[in-house]
C-alpha cells in the first residue's frame, strides 16, 4: 500500500501532552519510516507476521497501521486479506502490539478503528480477530 493516510487522536482526559503529536498512518517498504517502524516490529517480537518476499516488499495483500507518538512509532496493527469466494475478501488480523502499556491505554482504540476503516476502504466483508485487539470486527 504505497498510500498514507494521517489521523489526530483527540486526547483523553488525564493523557499525557505528546498524546496531541499523535498521528496513524499506513506504512509500508516504501515509506521512508519503515526502517523505524521494522525495529519496533522486531522489539515486539512480531516479525514473523509480517509478508515480506525476499527482495523486502511488503505482501500488496497485507497492511501495517501504525501509530506515531511525538513522531516515533508507538503501535502497529497488520492484517491481511482474502478472497473468500464470490467477488468478497476478509480481513485477518495478523499481529498488534504497543511499545507500552500506556501506549495500549491510549492508543488501542483508535489503531482498531483506522484497521477498520482501512478494511472497509478495501471492501473487506469480514475482519477476523480485530476484536482481540480492541475493536470490533
Do not use: Y
Not at 14 to 33: C, F, L, M, P, Q
Not at 104 to 120: C, D, I, K
Amino acid at each position: 500500500m504505497c498510500t498514507q493516510r494521517k489521523k489526530k487522536i483527540a486526547r483523553p482526559t488525564g493523557a499525557r501532552e505528546s498524546v496531541e503529536k499523535t498521528r496513524i498512518e499506513i506504512v509500508d517498504h516504501w515509506n521512508a519510516r519503515w526502517p523505524e517502524v521494522l525495529k519496533l516490529i522486531d522489539r515486539l517480537g512480531h516479525r514473523g507476521a509480517l509478508r515480506i518476499d525476499e527482495d523486502g516488499w511488503l505482501s500488496a495483500r497485507q497492511s501495517v497501521i501504525v501509530a506515531f507518538v511525538d513522531d516515533k512509532p508507538a503501535a502497529h496493527l497488520c492484517f491481511h486479506i482474502d478472497p473468500v469466494g464470490a467477488g468478497e475478501v476478509e480481513a485477518q488480523l495478523d499481529a498488534v502490539g504497543f511499545s507500552s502499556a500506556e501506549a495500549s491505554r491510549l492508543l488501542g482504540e483508535a489503531l482498531s478503528v483506522a484497521a477498520a476503516g482501512h478494511a472497509r476502504k478495501l471492501n473487506c466483508v469480514r475482519f477476523n480477530g480485530l476484536a482481540r485487539a480492541g475493536g470490533r470486527s
